[in-house]
T-cell receptor, first 109, second 117 residues
Framework: AQRVTQPEKLLSVFKGAPVELKCNYS??????LFWYVQYSRQRLQLLLR??SRESIKGFTADLNKGETSFHLKKPFAQEEDSAMYYC???????????FGTGTRLTIIP | GAVVSQHPSWVICKSGTSVKIECRSL??????MFWYRQFPKQSLMLMAT?????????EQGVEKDKFLINHASLTLSTLTVTSAHPEDSSFYIC?????????????FGEGSRLTVL
């Protein structure tokens, strides 16, 4: 079974401070991990995926198989980062995407 | 990026009636689309996988006779909520994967808010 846990429903961070949104997963095979973001009044969109190992909008996430984690990080928060963030998982070759419960990030000016 | 469009974005209906929601991939073909349901301040719950030209695959606990899914073409999937009741009120979101794009990336529709009176 696939399972994604985001322990924080709400997270508030001051502008300029570092941000870390936690994500832990459970999957018996080789996982593909993603972060999706939903800005106010917009649709859900892909932020980044672990395979590409890229930084998008200053965010990075490293897959830690030992800790089964895929935490999202950004060194300096910006006001425009305020949004709902969802961690998601699929198995290799499996199209089904399982979402975590999401974390609402609020950046305090 | 690829565009997925849903219609209607907002619908109110009376209890006992049926409502159809359309999901279209505008600039790509999608052999597979996914339907999610999202309750207020909760995560997206996968309801079913819609397969073009064949029956949808429903997740455990989702009534297939209640939520009819039809994927008649490579750019259109429809979700029909039959004999709707107030507990069916929710935000329904579809998504699709563009086959020639980044593997694993899903493109989402804007969602359809259903309110059953």
């Amino acid at each position: 079974a696939q399972r994604v846990t985001q322990p924080e429903k709400l997270l508030s961070v001051f502008k300029g401070a570092p941000v870390e949104l936690k994500c832990n997963y459970s999957y018996s095979g080789s996982p593909e991990l993603f972060w999706y973001v939903q800005y106010s009044r917009q649709r859900l969109q892909l932020l980044l995926r672990h395979i590409s190992r890229e930084s998008i909008k200053g965010f990075t996430a490293d897959l830690n198989k030992g800790e089964t984690s895929f935490h999202l990080k950004k060194p300096f928060a910006q006001e425009e980062d305020s949004a709902m963030y969802y961690c998601a998982l699929s198995g290799l070759g499996n199209e089904k995407l399982t979402f975590g419960t999401g974390t609402r990030l609020t950046i305090i000016p | 990026g690829a565009v997925v469009s849903q219609h209607p974005s907002w619908v109110i209906c009376k209890s006992g009636t049926s409502v159809k929601i359309e999901c279209r991939s505008l600039d790509f073909q999608a052999t597979t689309m996914f339907w999610y349901r999202q309750f207020p301040k909760q995560s997206l719950m996968l309801m079913a996988t819609s397969n073009e030209g064949s029956k949808a695959t429903y997740e455990q606990g989702v009534e297939k006779d209640k939520f009819l899914i039809n994927h008649a073409s490579l750019t259109l999937s429809t979700l029909t909520v039959t004999s709707a009741h107030p507990e069916d009120s929710s935000f329904y979101i579809c998504s699709a994967r563009a086959g020639d794009r980044v593997p694993g990336e899903l493109f989402f529709g804007e969602g359809s808010r259903l309110t059953v009176l």
